[in-house]
């Protein structure tokens, strides 16, 4: 596979660089799961601290292969990151750069290409990789309000907010929420398609709205009632529901469903 291909090349190029102390690969990697459509997901760890200067990044990626492109990470929370475009073959690599000490700080833990003088190996083994749960009462404390800015944009015949938040709504709470159910990571709705149970695939299927007031109404709702079996099924008593926001919202969108358009 070209992204083997590509991190052997990687290895190769930075194991005589003094500053590297090592070199790892993550995502699908770990898992076997590469295919043609896979990008490759490479940690960078080095004795300077490389991800406070971009054109110290950049020289680093434009060092390993046909470099086309190469922008930070910001717009994903991760600004440590290099999100890049190979050619030859045409390739997407994420590099993130970080040092020693940030590297007890993980989600996974990866496969390691170069670990010089064990530096890392030892890291591994005494700190543990935490992938980030999300929070069931962070979620609870703003579902409501959320709907209700749905409702509102459908109202006002906003027509492409409300079909883009609900993409929103199935990155930041179906999706993760019906993965936990599943016994997955929460991964936003990466793999949905084959890592559900199809009629959980289905419910979330029936939040995907056309370009139209009703079927915008309809999807919205399905999302409610979506979310209402996953609370149900995942949230302890620990979590306060929002019971008042709740019925008001509801009370709101049998109001704006009512109205003619």
Known sequence: MIQREFADKAKIILEPDDNVIGLAVAGSWLTNEIDEFSDLDLILITKQKISTDKNLMLNYAKRLGNFLSGFTGEHVGEPRVLICLYDKPLLHVDIKFVTLDEFHSRIETPTLLIDKNGQLEKVISNSQAKFPYPDYQWIEERFWTWIHYALLKIGR????????????????VLGPLLHIKNDNLPRGVRKVETELESEDLAKLKLTIPTYERQSLLDSLRNA????????TE????????????????????????????
Do not use: H, T, W
């Not at 015949?157 to 930041?172: I, N, P, S, T």
């Open 234 to 261: 995942l949230f302890d008593n620990n979590v306060s529901l929002q019971s008042d926001a709740d019925k008001k919202v509801m009370n709101y969108f049998d109001e704006i469903e009512s109205r003619k358009q």
């Open 157 to 172: 015949g906003e027509y492409f907010e409300a079909y883009d938040f609900m993409g929103f709504l199935r990155m930041v």
């Open 224 to 231: 409610v009632s979506l979310y209402r079996e996953l609370r």
